[in-house]
């Protein structure tokens, strides 16, 4: 794996003088200090710190160590480190920029690149649209953040296209040599007359455009039964009375110190935070005993939930899909990975939902350690068969949106795959022995 792209030694060293040039004394403290400021800023970008910490922190605890350590002159040496606000931040703006020129140039090498977009909203309520870019460097397929611009006005999909568009242009980077566009199912990126995707697709023929996989995950994973989606409406409810009000906060907090839990608040949904609804539902499912005692306390209607033996048994069966799902959302993110992987990945996980629906149709619920464990804490006295009847309508649903999210065939693509678990067989065989090596891949080339 390359190493990420950094600013070159020039930018860091601000004094840096061309070959056969003079130094002085005077020259080489300037050296000196430019890589100095250099590297402090160069951790405060790293960090995302503020850039006065420089000046009001590093600097001083630097000299008091020099001058403990070393003595006192070694300390006066540092206050001629020019570590103000402005110096900070214009050292950060020339590293980003050099790192943005790198990039730029590699890019322009390269044959062809492929674009990944999302449009999103950040906590200040402004809309960003945040871009990545693969291209091969070397012979390797690199993958790094191309820029993130701020939309404006609107979020529409001319405007998403404008902006890409001007930057694309303004840098020198030819859109012939664009074949990929990866973005969301919104309309705005999907519409056929002025989506991104079709306005990419006028100025650059050869663009592909992919739906992204984790989104088409999220959406298929989305729709649930009339039980499950009340299940889960009502535990939002019952979290939102804890947390929106901080009196009720506070003293759940402390009833979660007295009681002496693992936790001490519950955790609040976000809709658009697509693992949430897992972590929150778990944590309300490791807390129900302190909930149903605070509820209770407060005289909520809520509290009757957690008194209902049907209902905590259909929370128990969403924190164990919750978690399944979290999982193949998780694995489907990162570097270094591409639509065939992510195919495979989401195949097995279709699979699986087969063989959990069989499962769960005979009343076997192993697959499902938390719905497990309440069942037999229950006792049989209980009859599950009508959870057992959802989960099994559920995950037969979630298996038909799989299907319709997934369309596509990449069996005509299977000498990739083959070709990469072939690699992956030879660095297992190579230290083993040479001569199987050698056989192994004269094999090769004889097929």
């Not at 309440?374 to 979630?398: V, W, Y």
Request: with cysteine.
């Amino acid at each position: 794996m390359r190493a990420p792209l950094e600013a070159s030694s020039g930018v860091l060293d601000s004094s840096f003088q061309p070959p056969g040039f003079s130094v002085h004394r005077s020259d080489r403290v300037k050296e000196r200090t430019g890589k100095s400021k250099g590297g402090v800023a160069k951790r405060i970008g790293k960090l995302g710190k503020p850039h006065t910490i420089a000046e009001t922190l590093i600097l001083p605890a630097a000299q008091d160590m020099c001058r403990i350590m070393i003595g006192d002159s070694a300390a006066a040496k540092l206050g001629a480190v020019p570590l103000s606000n402005d110096t900070v931040a214009r050292r950060i703006v020339d590293m980003s920029n050099d790192i943005r020129e790198q990039l730029i140039e590699f890019v322009k090498k390269s044959p062809y690149y492929a674009l990944q977009l999302d449009e999103s909203t950040d906590v200040a309520g402004q809309a960003q649209l945040l871009t990545y870019v693969r291209y091969l460097r070397d012979k390797v397929i690199e993958e790094d953040v191309l820029f993130c611009r701020p939309l404006q006005s609107h979020t529409t999909g001319e405007a998403i296209f404008n902006v890409l568009d001007i930057f694309i242009r303004k840098n020198g980077l030819a859109w012939d040599r664009c074949v990929g566009l990866c973005t969301d199912g919104a309309q705005a990126m999907t519409g056929h007359e002025r989506g991104l995707a079709a306005r990419v697709q006028q100025v650059a023929p050869l663009v592909k455009w992919t739906h992204c996989m984790v989104h088409r995950e999220a959406l298929a994973a989305k729709k649930m039964p009339v039980l499950f989606d009340s299940v889960l409406n009502q535990s939002v409810k019952i979290i939102n009375l804890i947390k929106s009000r901080p009196l009720n906060s506070r003293l759940f907090g402390v009833l979660c110190q007295e009681m002496g839990s693992g936790h001490e608040q519950l955790l609040l949904h976000t809709e658009v935070r697509w693992l949430s609804r897992g972590r929150v539902l778990q944590r309300l499912y490791e807390l129900r005993e302190e909930v149903k005692w605070f509820l209770t306390e407060i005289k909520s209607d809520l509290a009757k939930h957690l008194d209902d033996t049907m209902w905590l048994a259909s929370l128990s069966y969403l924190v164990d899909i919750f978690d399944r799902l979290n999982g193949l959302n998780l694995s489907l993110q990162g570097r270094e990975t591409h639509i065939l992987l992510l195919a495979d990945k989401v195949q097995a996980f279709t699979q699986k939902l087969d063989l959990w629906h069989g499962r769960i149709s005979r009343g076997n619920c192993d697959m499902f350690p938390c719905l497990t464990d309440f069942i037999t804490d229950a006792g049989a006295s209980h009859d599950f068969s009508s959870l057992f009847q959802s989960a099994s309508e559920h995950l037969s649903a979630m298996r038909k949106q799989f299907a319709t999210y997934f369309k596509e065939d990449y069996r005509s693509f299977a000498w990739v795959a083959n070709r990469q678990r072939l690699m992956r067989l030879t660095l297992l065989i190579l230290p083993q022995s040479p001569l199987r090596l050698s056989r192994f891949g004269s094999g090769i080339q004889q097929n």
